[in-house]
């Protein structure tokens, strides 16, 4: 499984260019549906760029902010983002591939980092793990002993090149008023 899992991390955000080509080509997009795809992506953006303004990545055990909600802010984040690209482009099959794709490479995904985490961080990570869940977020922040007490900074976000989540984002609600656009005229 570790090679599979491997593979799966190694090509996920290459894989996504040839996938979002297809879910362009299904897509029907509307002022209103780019515009609530938008909104929807917003939150998700927001999320990830919260989380990676407190990752440390291989360096520490990353528990506050949004982490002690979730173990995966960034992938939830993801999540939310992909849930916008299928309201914006206004296709259930186009939905439908973002979904499957993101179930499929980032269940994989998440499992492999939990075991890095638990190699690099043992007994912490294994307290954090129990307090805190794999996705879906707790409602109230947990209280994780022996827990870094990082805090946002800018400079971490830029190290973790967000940046480019929103570049991206908004390069795709671009395409998807061009498709609206040249469809309508």
Do not use: C, D
């Not at 939150?43 to 407190?54: E, K, P």
């Amino acid at each position: 499984m570790s090679g599979i899992a491997a593979f799966f991390a190694r090509w996920r955000v290459r894989l996504g260019y040839p996938l979002v080509i297809v879910v362009l080509f299904f897509a029907r997009p509307t002022p209103r549906s780019i515009l609530a795809g938008a909104l929807t992506g917003a939150i998700g953006l927001w999320l990830r760029a919260l989380a990676a303004g407190y990752l440390h990545k291989q360096e520490v055990l990353t528990v506050t902010g949004p982490y002690a909600f979730t173990r995966n802010p960034l992938y939830l984040g993801s999540a939310i983002l992909a849930i916008g690209a299928g309201i914006a482009s206004r296709s259930w099959i186009s939905a439908v591939i973002l979904f499957v794709y993101f179930a499929l490479f980032y269940s994989i995904v998440m499992g492999r980092e939990e075991k890095e985490l638990h190699l690099r961080h043992g007994a912490a990570f294994e307290e954090y793990a129990r307090a805190v869940p794999l996705f879906i977020p707790r409602l109230t922040a947990a209280k994780v002993p022996q827990a870094s007490a990082g805090s946002f900074t800018l400079a971490q976000y830029e190290k973790n090149h967000e940046w480019q989540a929103a570049v991206g984002y908004l390069f795709l609600l671009a395409v998807l008023l061009l498709i609206w656009y040249l469809r309508a005229h």
